[in-house]
Each structure stands twice: as structure tokens, then as C-alpha cells.
């Protein structure tokens, strides 16, 4: 699929811890876990022997170096996946054959991210949202019952607010949608280098109403950045959020956020609330929406309001994806 030559988060980096933790994409169960040096490593959740699911093993130390331990033979696979012994056959050597597939596995911006993509393994290739204020707050997972895309369209769409978050990023006294433009960057993607809406409370830390001047960027198919300022407030935070979404099933994804602010003082748990706050809003009406799967190909009406969102789709059809769109 053309969907696996991306990168995608399939779990927040504090989640993974000493023991192995399963976590899903496109379908396939995978298992991460953490060698002697703290090292991540992923591989599918299936014991080459058996079928067993190696996530219900152990990560033990072996001659200094970690391994993952299946639980139902105890055949032991190394940071490349390669089996490193078989405790009924002390004396063997395994073969090849014997080894469980291994995927690549990087730690960037708070999540772990991983791809199926042949020849994709370099870091380089992660979705990257640019110049952002250097403190960096993880917020989700969120699994919700809807396609990837649709995630991401609600992501990028403005006219949604003065209803689904009515009193927080907007009111019913607001809810035109001022002309913007749609710049496609040098990767083919969408983005709105300035869009000014009123918002009751655009932050955690927003002690009132006030215009705020937005930026969105789409970074990859699943991923988008939203770059916020308050107007006319030099001593605001500048806010970066940016919205990751795993496809684990067509229908089916898993959500998370990162916070980039300029804010040192407001606790990590009061940016989370507020962000828990809005996607709480949005989940309920992610999942009503049908098809789950986003349209791609008609059925759904448009106004000049929606210009991000249908340059979203076209972006979908020119990079030939297929998986959780219709």
C-alpha cells in the first residue's frame, strides 16, 4: 500500500517501560520493548514457533545483552529479531528461519513511530512540524471509531467551532469563516499560512476572549500542525499543536497530540485537561459521522468554507491513498 512509505506513532515513549507492550497499524499486532540500553525495538506480535503473542513475555538480560523472552517456550530473540536461543535445544544454533520479523522503530516528539515502508528506515523521514517552541507536552491516546482521515479533516476544519466547541474556540456571534488562501507546500501538501478566528478561550491559560491568528500545515497524511498566536498579545504563549493519528484499522484509529509551548509556568496536566477538553467534543461527532471511511469520490456536499479540507482529499488522491478513504 502506498500508505506504508510513511511514519506513523504507535505509542507515547513514556508508555514503554521494562515490560513488553503490544500496540497496533494497518491491522498488524505489534510488540515494542526496550533493550539493556534503553533502545527501542519493534517487531510483529507473533512467536515464529507457535503463534504465540510475544507481548506476553519478558524482557530478560542474556550475557549482558537484553532479549524478548516468548512466554510459551521461552525461545529468546535479540534487537534484530534474530532468535538468540531455544531453551529445549540448549545447544543449537538457529537458523535464519527461525528469526521474527522486526520493523524500524524511532523516537521522536514524545511518541515512538514505526513504518512498513521497504527502505524507510531513516529518521529524516518523519513528519516534521518545523520551527516550534521548545517544550513539548504528549497528550492521548485517544482511540476513536473513525478512519484516519476523517480525524485529520476535523483537524484542519475551521467552521466547526462555534458549534461543536461553542464557548472554548468559538461562538455562535462568530461563526463566519473569513477568505483564506491554501498554499501547497514543495511536498504537495496543504496548508493555510494565516487564518484569524475569535475564541472565547483558545488556551489553557486564556483568561478571556480574544482574536488569535492561526497556521495550519498538513505533514503527512495522518499528521498535521496547527501554529497559534493570540493577536496582539506579546506576552501570550505561542502554542504549536500537532495532531498524530495511527490507522490501526480502517475504521479505527488511534489519536495523539503534542503541545509545543512557549508556556513554562501552567502544569503539564492543565494542558492536557484542556486539550482533553476539545477532543472530547470532537470524538462524539468523528463517530456519528457516516461513511467512517472519508469520501474521496463524491457523496458529500461542499462550500467555499471547506477549501482545506477539499484540498486535504485531492492531497489523498494525488498520493494514491487508499486505506480508510472511499
Not at 170 to 185: A, E, L, S
Amino acid at each position: 500500500m502506498n500508505e506504508h512509505r510513511w511514519w506513523y506513532p504507535v505509542a507515547a515513549a513514556a508508555e514503554l517501560g521494562a515490560s513488553p507492550l503490544p500496540v497496533a497499524l494497518f491491522g498488524e499486532a505489534l510488540v515494542l520493548w526496550r533493550d539493556e540500553t534503553g533502545a527501542p525495538h519493534a517487531f510483529t506480535d507473533r512467536c515464529p514457533h507457535r503463534g504465540t503473542r510475544l507481548s506476553l513475555g519478558t524482557v530478560r538480560v542474556v550475557g549482558g545483552a537484553a532479549q524478548l523472552e516468548c512466554r510459551y517456550h521461552g525461545w529468546r530473540f535479540d534487537g534484530g529479531g534474530r532468535c538468540a536461543g531455544i531453551p529445549a535445544l540448549p545447544e543449537f544454533r538457529p537458523a535464519d528461519s527461525h528469526a521474527v520479523r522486526s520493523h524500524p522503530l524511532r523516537e521522536a516528539h514524545g511518541l515512538l513511530w514505526t513504518t512498513f515502508g521497504p527502505g524507510a528506515d531513516a529518521a529524516a523521514a518523519l513528519p516534521d512540524p518545523g520551527p516550534v517552541p521548545g517544550r513539548a507536552v504528549v497528550c492521548g491516546p485517544y482511540d476513536v471509531a473513525t478512519s484516519a482521515p476523517r480525524v485529520v479533516e476535523n483537524f484542519l476544519d475551521t467552521s466547526h467551532f462555534a458549534f461543536v466547541h461553542e464557548g472554548g474556540l468559538g461562538d455562535r456571534g462568530h461563526t463566519g469563516v473569513p477568505p483564506y488562501d491554501v498554499v501547497i507546500d514543495a511536498a504537495g501538501a496543504p496548508g493555510v499560512p494565516h487564518y484569524r478566528a475569535w475564541q472565547p478561550r483558545a488556551s489553557a491559560q486564556a483568561a478571556g476572549g480574544t482574536w488569535v491568528d492561526y497556521r495550519y500545515q498538513l505533514l503527512s497524511p495522518c499528521s498535521a500542525l496547527l501554529l497559534k498566536q493570540a493577536s496582539g498579545v506579546d506576552a501570550a504563549p505561542q502554542e504549536a499543536y500537532v495532531l498524530w493519528v495511527a490507522p490501526l484499522e480502517p475504521e479505527h484509529s488511534r489519536v495523539w497530540f503534542t503541545l509545543f509551548t512557549s508556556d513554562t509556568a501552567t502544569p503539564d496536566a492543565t494542558l492536557r485537561a484542556f486539550q482533553h477538553a476539545v477532543f472530547i467534543q470532537d470524538q462524539p461527532v468523528l463517530e456519528s459521522q457516516q461513511p467512517r471511511r472519508l469520501p474521496l469520490s463524491g457523496g458529500e456536499a461542499h462550500s467555499a468554507a471547506d477549501r482545506l479540507s477539499a484540498a486535504y482529499r485531492r492531497y489523498l488522491q494525488e498520493q494514491g491513498i487508499t486505506y480508510g478513504v472511499c
